[in-house]
């Protein structure tokens, strides 16, 4: 059984970071897409990180680029997003998620972790 689950929000002051994990079981990154998504109060859920396929490359929101990246540990089945320079607007629930090789978009994406709330002040 596939299983997420994410951890690391808090509270920061803009310009500061945050790093999320997100620990995965019942499978291996290599087999599926993976990545990071948010959503906002009153929005709808966002792709913020996701990398589609094995050895493909990763992408990120325009919202996010250069500010965070995301990572792996293959051998503890982790992955992780770095934040830096956070902004109030990137105040959401953040939430790991896994899909088919080649899932580009969030509907595709089919197992979902429990969201961490991260909050920006300004």
């Known amino acids: 059984e596939v299983q997420l689950q994410a951890f690391g929000g808090g509270l920061v002051q803009a310009g500061g970071s945050l790093r999320l994990s997100c620990a995965a079981s019942g499978f291996t990154f290599d087999d599926y897409a993976i990545g990071w998504f948010r959503q906002a109060p009153g929005k709808e859920r966002e792709g913020v990180s996701y990398?589609?396929?094995?050895?493909?490359?990763?992408y990120y929101a325009d919202s996010v680029k250069g500010r965070f990246t995301l990572s792996i540990d293959n051998a503890k089945n982790t992955m992780f997003l770095q934040m830096n320079s956070l902004k109030p607007e990137d105040t959401a629930v953040y939430y790991c998620?896994?899909?088919?090789?080649?899932?580009?978009?969030?509907?595709?994406?089919?197992?979902w972790g429990q969201g961490t709330l991260v909050t920006v002040s300004s």
């Open positions: 990398i589609s396929s094995s050895g493909g490359s990763t």
């Open positions: 998620a896994a899909g088919p090789p080649g899932s580009t978009m969030t509907i595709d994406f089919h197992s």
